[in-house]
């Protein structure tokens, strides 16, 4: 696998899909500013909101050779999700590629028959399944820590 991040063959593309979640639709205190206090030395107050408003999957794909990425949010983690999200990232590569390595893990969701068949349609295509604990392997994880960490983190979401 790792030569095919150095040195993927002319005309292939190397992507990264996997799944990050589930991630909560959650408000954080502290978000909202806080009126100062009146005159009369009243205490600001402050409404603490811990709601859930949801939960899902955001679906990624990151071409290491590049930096490009593409993300696409669903309710669950489903082999029909999955294989929507495939036909996406289809659409998303150019079309002049020859070959597309798919850099995945071993989720059964990742193997499963309709995935198969996804292949079977789609010829340019080719899964390359990395080796069980070995996420490392996949250059998306660093890209959802750095998601997680910047896009995520302490934001407030209504929905």
């Given amino acids: 696998m790792e030569h095919l991040y150095t040195a993927a063959p002319v005309g292939s593309i190397v992507v990264c899909l996997d799944e990050?979640?589930?991630?909560?639709?959650?408000?954080?205190?502290?978000?909202?500013l806080v009126?100062?206090?009146?005159?009369?030395?009243?205490?600001?107050?402050?409404?603490?909101?811990?709601g859930r408003r949801g939960s899902g999957?955001?679906?990624?794909a990151f071409q290491p050779a590049?930096?490009?990425?593409?993300?696409?949010p669903y309710d669950r983690r489903t082999t029909t999700n999955w294989v929507d999200f495939l036909g996406e990232v289809d659409a998303w590569i150019d079309p002049t590629v020859e070959r597309i390595y798919a850099i995945v893990d071993?989720?059964?969701?990742?193997s499963a028959p309709d995935v198969l068949l996804f292949?079977?349609?789609?010829?340019?295509?080719?899964?390359?399944f990395q080796s069980k604990y070995?996420?490392?392997?996949?250059?998306?994880e660093p890209w959802w820590k750095v998601l997680r960490s910047l896009a995520l983190k302490g934001r407030r979401f209504e929905t």
């Fill in 106 to 110: 071993n989720l059964s969701t990742h």
């Fill in 20 to 32: 990050m979640g589930p991630q909560a639709a959650k408000s954080f205190p502290g978000q909202q």
């Fill in 134 to 140: 070995a996420a490392y392997l996949n250059l998306i």
């Fill in 57 to 60: 999957y955001v679906f990624g």
């Fill in 119 to 128: 292949s079977l349609l789609h010829p340019r295509w080719e899964f390359v």
């Fill in 35 to 50: 009126t100062p206090a009146a005159p009369k030395a009243e205490l600001a107050k402050q409404e603490i909101d811990y």
């Fill in 66 to 72: 590049s930096g490009a990425a593409l993300t696409h």
